[in-house]
C-alpha cells in the first residue's frame, strides 16, 4: 500500500540525487529492489493482512534537498546529512547512561543548575513521588529565577502527548497546573492530540484506547546546553526498575537549539495547558479534531520541516566555513597552535544526526534512513537491535531477512514486558508480542538464518525492559560506530501512527565506542538465546484467539 512508504519513494528519491555523495542513487535503488521484492513475497504469502482496519491514509513525503559539500574523508556516514543537519562534536561531550536511577539523578541536577532553558518532551508525566520531586525541583528553580532577575531568563517548555496526560483524575496536567499558576509567563505546557482521533472516533473509543490512535512519542529532555535523548518517560518506573538507554550530549548548543525549535514547532500545533485546567490552540492555528484535518497536518509539516530545513543550512554554511579555513589555515597553522590560541575548534570526531518520523504530517526521515542502514549493511557486519515490543514493520522485517548483516536482536520476555499482568484485554498482549516473535521466528527458520539471524530475549527478576535502538558493527572491527538511540521502536506505530525522533550518532573514537559497546553487552547479558524450544515452554503459551485477533490489531500496540 502506499501508506507503507515503498519502492516508489525510494526511486523517487533516488532520480532527484544527482549531486549527492557518489554511490547514494545505487544505493537507494537498491533499497527500491529490495522493498518491491519483500512486498510481493509478502503479498503471497499474506494478502488478507490488507484488511486491518484504520490504515493511515498516504501522504506527500517531504524530503530535503541533497547537500553538495562532499570533502574527502568524511565518513562513510555523511550521506545522512542529505536529509537533515549534521552535528559534529568532540566525542568527550558524550556520556552513555546505563540505569534509571542514574537517569533520574541526572534529570534533578540538570533541572537545578539550569539558567536559560529547561525543554522536556516525553508521553506523560507521572503523579508518584519521585515525579514530585522533579516538579519541586522545577519549581525551585523557577523560583531562585524569578528572585534574581526582575525580568527572569529561564523558561520552561514542556511537550506532552494530551490522551495520555489526561488519563484519570490525577494526571500529568493536575502535577503540572501548580507551575503555570506561580510562572505564567515563564511555563508552556503543551499537548499533542493526533489529527486522526475526531469525529466519532474520538466519542467512542474509551480512555486508555483512545491512546492507540496515536502518541506524541518524543522523548528529549535538555537543559540550557545539554541534552539527554532517550526511551524513557516521566515515570517513577523509569526512574527505578524499567530498562531503558540513554545518552547526554554535554555542550552541545546547536543540537539543543535544534530540539528547542523542535519542540516549540509541535507545541505551536498543540493545545496549550491553561491555568484553570482548560486547553486552547493558539491564535490562528487550525484544530487538530475540530478544524480541517488536512490542512492541520500541511500546517504542521511546514512547521517542523522549516526547523529541520533551515538548521540544515546553517550547519552546511558552518562546515563550508570551517572546511575551508581550515585549508586556508593548515599550511601556515598548527592544529594544536590554533586550538591554543582560541582560533579553530577541535576536529570532531563524532556526528549527531536527529531523524525524525511524523507519518500524520507526511515526514519519514526515520524510517528512510533505518531502511538505507538496513540495505546496505554489508556481509559480515553485525547489527544489533532491540525494542521492547517486537512487532516490527513488514518493511523492516524484509530488510533483515533479506540482507547480508548478522543481526542479534534483543526483545522482552513476557514476564518483563510492560504489559505483564494488566487488567483486561491489556493482560494478553504479552501474549501477543509471542506469537509474533514466533511467527518471525519460524520465518528464521524456514529459511534456514538462524545463524546469521539470533533473537535473544531480555529477562531479569523484578525489572521491565523499555530499551530501544540499534549498534551497527562494520565488517572486521569489534567496536560499533554507529548507534540509533531515541523514541522509536521499529513497529508500525513508531513509523505510521505516532511522533517519534532519534539520534544517530557515528563516532571515529575508540573511547566512546567502547562506551556504546559497553552499554550493547550490559543489555545483552540479561538475555538468553531464543529456540524452538522456547515456545514450548507454559508461558509462551498463546491462547487461540489472541491468535486470531492480534493480525488485526498489531499495528495499533
Not at 597553522?333 to 536527529?354: C, F, H, M, N, V
Amino acid at each position: 500500500m502506499a501508506a507503507t512508504g515503498g519502492a516508489a519513494l525510494w526511486r523517487r528519491l533516488a532520480a532527484w540525487l544527482p549531486r549527492g555523495p557518489p554511490g547514494l542513487a545505487a544505493l537507494l535503488g537498491r533499497l527500491s529492489d529490495r522493498l518491491s521484492r519483500g512486498r510481493d513475497r509478502r503479498a503471497r504469502r499474506s494478502s488478507w493482512l490488507l484488511l486491518a482496519p484504520l490504515l493511515t491514509p498516504p501522504v506527500p513525503v517531504v524530503t530535503a534537498m541533497p547537500c553538495s559539500l562532499c570533502p574527502e574523508g568524511a565518513h562513510r556516514f555523511q550521506w545522512i546529512r542529505n536529509l537533515v543537519p549534521e552535528f559534529g562534536i568532540s566525542s568527550s561531550h558524550v556520556k552513555v547512561l546505563s540505569s534509571p536511577a542514574e537517569f533520574y539523578e541526572l534529570l534533578k541536577v540538570q533541572i537545578k543548575t539550569a539558567k536559560q532553558r529547561v525543554v522536556m518532551a516525553s508521553l506523560y508525566l507521572g503523579t508518584g513521588l519521585l515525579e514530585q520531586e522533579l516538579v519541586n525541583c522545577l519549581e525551585e528553580t523557577l523560583e531562585k529565577s524569578l528572585q534574581a532577575n526582575e525580568s527572569p531568563n529561564l523558561r520552561v517548555s514542556i511537550l506532552l502527548d494530551y490522551t495520555r496526560g489526561s488519563r484519570g483524575r490525577r494526571n500529568s496536567r493536575t502535577m503540572l497546573i501548580p507551575l503555570l499558576q506561580r510562572f505564567p509567563t515563564q511555563v508552556r505546557v503543551s499537548l499533542f492530540h493526533t489529527p486522526h482521533l475526531r469525529g466519532l472516533l474520538k466519542l467512542l473509543i474509551p480512555e486508555r484506547f483512545n491512546e492507540t490512535i496515536g502518541l506524541q512519542h518524543i522523548k528529549v529532555y535538555l537543559f540550557d546546553d545539554n541534552v539527554i535523548l532517550s526511551g524513557a518517560n516521566l515515570s517513577d518506573l523509569y526512574f527505578t526498575n524499567r530498562q531503558d538507554r540513554y545518552v547526554l550530549l554535554q555542550d552541545s548548543p546547536e543540537i539543543a537549539d535544534f530540539f528547542t525549535e523542535l519542540v516549540d514547532a509541535i507545541g505551536d500545533v498543540s493545545l496549550q495547558l491553561q491555568q484553570d485546567d482548560t486547553v486552547q490552540m493558539m491564535e490562528g492555528m487550525v484544530h487538530p479534531y475540530q478544524g480541517d484535518k488536512v490542512r492541520y497536518c500541511e500546517i504542521a509539516n511546514r512547521r517542523v520541516m522549516e526547523v529541520i530545513d533551515s538548521a540544515r543550512t546553517r550547519q552546511e554554511l558552518l562546515h563550508a566555513k570551517t572546511f575551508h579555513s581550515s585549508q586556508q589555515g593548515s599550511s601556515t597553522l598548527p592544529q594544536r597552535d590554533s586550538e591554543a590560541s582560541g582560533g579553530l575548534k577541535p576536529e570532531p570526531d563524532t556526528w549527531i544526526y536527529p531523524l525524525i518520523q511524523m507519518k500524520p504530517f507526511g515526514i519519514q526521515i526515520d524510517e528512510m534512513v533505518t531502511e538505507t542502514l538496513l540495505t546496505e549493511a554489508e556481509r559480515d557486519a553485525r547489527i544489533y537491535l532491540t525494542t521492547g515490543y517486537f512487532n516490527l514493520t513488514q518493511a523492516y522485517m524484509d530488510l533483515i531477512l533479506g540482507t547480508r548483516a548478522e543481526y542479534r536482536i534483543l526483545l522482552a520476555s513476557p514476564e518483563v514486558n510492560g504489559f505483564f499482568g494488566a487488567k483486561g484485554v491489556a493482560g494478553a498482549i504479552p501474549s501477543a508480542y509471542v506469537y509474533i516473535e514466533q511467527q518471525f521466528y519460524n520465518e528464521v527458520c524456514c529459511l534456514h538464518q538462524q545463524q546469521r539471524i539470533q533473537l535473544q530475549e531480555y529477562s531479569r527478576a523484578g525489572w521491565t525492559f523499555h530499551a530501544k535502538g540499534l549498534w551497527l558493527y562494520l565488517a572486521g572491527s569489534s567496536l560499533p560506530c554507529l548507534t540509533l538511540i531515541g523514541s522509536p521502536n521499529f513497529g508500525y506505530r513508531s513509523v505510521h501512527r505516532d511522533l517519534e525522533a532519534q539520534v544517530a550518532i557515528v563516532t571515529e573514537n575508540k573511547a566512546l565506542q567502547q562506551q556504546l559497546q559497553q552499554e550493547q553487552e550490559q543489555l545483552y547479558l540479561c538475555s538468553g538465546v531464543v529456540s524452538s524450544s522456547t515456545f514450548e515452554q507454559p508461558s509462551r503459551h498463546v491462547k487461540l484467539w489472541v491468535k486470531l485477533v492480534t493480525p488485526l490489531i498489531k499495528n495499533f500496540f
